[in-house]
């Protein structure tokens, strides 16, 4: 019984912020030094890259033998928040050179959310001085200040990892925008200011823009994506259990992009967990099949307890660090389908 609580308390954070030695990993890394700033001609800055092999080509055992990568398309990830200590210890934005938090971030949302996408085709994840999680929850003005701050330095970095990308890697091919989270704070901005109304909307598969609100009065010329095969439009999703709506989000003006990721539309029917392929949890190697329902309600998506072995020790009914683990197969079906409806238009 003691290892099984061990177990499902691990599983608790469906494989993706705790428990891997992030200090042991760190000291393959290059060492840098720390008042270097971000320069996206060195793969060093990137999490992943076609160039480097890294986390996000990791691809689970029963899928390896029909996994195919599209090279005709190109993604590009933005990583949610790892930069989590709730001390603060460089303030409220992250440094771009600390190998441990570079290796929790490869061998966490990396490896268990950008290699969702890694079939679509060549990965693209900068590095970035990312916004502490605190900066979120600011308690007073002066925190406020500094938190907008840090978003803002984030965002810049990305913005120039993506200018980069566009100038030296991209070559005309479609994207895929993918996010979750911090990272989805960033997304939307990016294609804001880079796809909507803008010659590049052309070359827009689908953005994927999961685990932060999107409200539907965000684009003027971009969509919410309503069927499995439009192309050219916003995903968007955040789960939690069924029956349960934070009351944070009870209090939203505008109503947000909600997709349901096991039917790709915007009905309000629940849907089985029948339909789900399958989640990667804490293994990455296994598949746990049927593992979450899906149903949107309101400006959220719902989903019974997830199943998987020891689930009864999973209590917690918000299952944002799961957004993409729990419906990871059905994602990269629906990859194929948006990019096969791309270019056969």
């Keep these: 019984m003691k290892k099984l609580a061990l177990l499902v308390l691990v599983i608790s954070v469906l494989g993706i912020a705790c428990g891997t030695p992030y200090k042991k990993m760190a ?57 989590t200590d709730s001390d603060l210890p460089y303030g409220y934005s992250a440094p771009i050179n600390n190998n441990e938090l570079n290796a929790k971030t490869d061998y966490s949302t990396i490896l268990f959310q950008a290699s969702a996408f890694n079939q679509a085709g060549k990965v693209f994840a900068p590095r970035y001085r990312q916004a502490n999680l605190q900066a979120y929850f600011p308690k007073n003005a002066a925190d406020s200040v500094s938190a907008i701050a840090a978003f803002e330095l984030a965002y810049q970095d990305i913005k120039a990892a993506f200018v980069y990308y566009l100038n030296h890697y991209n070559g005309g091919k479609p994207i895929i925008i993918a996010a979750h989270s911090q990272g989805t704070t960033h997304g939307k901005r990016l294609v804001k200011e880079f796809f909507d109304n803008q010659p590049l909307q052309k070359k827009l598969i689908a953005a994927y823009l999961i685990g932060i609100p999107v409200s539907e009065k965000e684009y003027t010329h971009i969509q919410s ?26 209090k939203e003006e505008n109503k947000a992009i909600v997709t349901n990721p096991l039917t790709w539309n915007e009905e309000s029917a629940v849907a089985d967990a029948s339909l789900n392929m399958g989640g990667i949890l804490l293994n990455f190697n296994k598949i746990v099949p049927s593992v979450a329902s899906a149903k949107i ?12 072995f020891g689930n009864i020790f999973y209590t917690t009914k918000n299952y944002h660090v799961g957004d993409i683990n729990l419906y990871y197969l059905n994602i990269r079906e629906n990859l194929k389908q948006r990019i096969s409806s791309y270019f056969n238009k």
């Design 297 to 308: 309600e309101g400006n959220i998506l719902w989903t019974n307890k997830p199943r998987f």
């Design 225 to 250: 994506c309503k069927t499995n095969n439009q192309t050219g439009c916003i995903v968007g999703w955040r789960t939690y259990k069924t029956g349960y709506t934070p009351s944070i989000i009870l």
């Design 27 to 83: 000291r393959s890394y290059e060492v840098r030094d720390p008042q270097h700033l971000p320069d996206y001609a060195d793969l060093y800055y990137w999490a992943a890259h076609p160039d480097k092999k890294d986390p996000a080509d990791s691809i689970p055992e029963p899928l390896k033998s029909t996994a195919v990568t599209d090279s005709t398309v190109d993604v590009f990830f933005i990583h949610p928040t790892t930069y």
